[in-house]
């Protein structure tokens, strides 16, 4: 797959390195050339640097690894170019004291849409630290990371499911890009837990089997002893 990369910041190099590793050839771009050209060489492999243009241009596949605000922007500049490409968006509309500088408004990914209209935009890779995205892989207790990836568009969402594989993580169904905004909300909480209160946050959730209560487990556990 051909994948261009808007921005040479941390998001960028841990995504990018996985997908080099993968085999898809990466094009990274950047307002500045030195800092694109040392992002590919330190990536290696099939990464080249280019402009924000030749990176927009280059891709089936284009990452939007630009702070909220400034992916606008940039989308609006490379509307043409971005036309009929699938857009991944992986930013946090967070700011001070853990605020969603979204709220009562549409989510940064349908910004995103809204200044890029020809393109099909997904959103994945916004609820964790980048840190985590450059684990080899995001593997926890024996079970892989979990991505929940939300677009409107089949095509897009297969590409952005196999690249999330390429990370070593597995794609969850969130639903159309309406619901990007949830998956927003879910990173401010969670940083809120993280950072704010030292909490863990994969705490507050139950296992799967006892979603719908102890009670339902309990029922299925006696049916399946008289089976």
Same mark, same amino acid.
């Given at each position: ?13 841990a ?23 040392? %992002?590919? &060489?330190?990536? !290696?492999? =099939? $990464? ?5 243009? +030749? *990176?927009?241009?280059?891709?089936? @596949? ?37 605020? %969603?500088? &979204?709220?009562? !408004?549409? =989510? $940064? ?5 809204? +200044? *890029?209209?020809?393109?099909?935009v @997904? ?37 952005v ?10 794609p ?10 949830l ?36 029922a ?8």
């Amino acid at each position: 797959m051909r994948i261009g990369v808007l921005g040479t910041g941390d998001m960028a190099d841990a995504l990018a390195t996985h997908w080099v590793r993968a085999g898809h050839d990466v094009t990274i771009g950047g307002r500045d050339a030195d800092k694109a050209e040392r %992002l590919a &060489t330190r990536i !290696g492999g =099939s $990464a080249k640097p280019g402009s924000l243009r +030749a *990176a927009a241009e280059s891709g089936q @596949v284009v990452l939007a690894a630009l702070p909220f605000g400034a992916g606008v922007e940039v989308a609006r500049g490379l509307h043409a170019a971005l036309e009929g490409k699938v857009l991944l968006d992986c930013s946090n509309p967070v700011g001070p004291g853990f605020q %969603l500088l &979204t709220e009562g !408004g549409p =989510s $940064a990914a349908q910004q995103l849409a809204a +200044a *890029a209209p020809g393109a099909h935009v @997904v959103k994945a890779f916004n609820l964790c630290h980048e840190d985590v995205w450059r684990m080899r892989p995001p593997v926890f207790d024996g079970r892989p990371l979990a991505v929940p990836v939300c677009g409107d568009n089949e095509t897009a969402l297969r590409r952005v499911r196999e690249l999330v594989r390429d990370v070593g993580c597995e794609p969850v169904a969130g639903g159309g890009l309406e619901r990007a905004g949830l998956l927003e909300a879910t990173a401010a909480l969670f940083i809120a837990l993280w950072v704010g209160e030292g909490a863990d946050a994969q705490a507050i959730a139950p296992p799967l089997a006892y979603a719908a209560g102890p009670n339902h487990q309990e029922a299925e556990d006696g049916r399946a002893a008289f089976r």
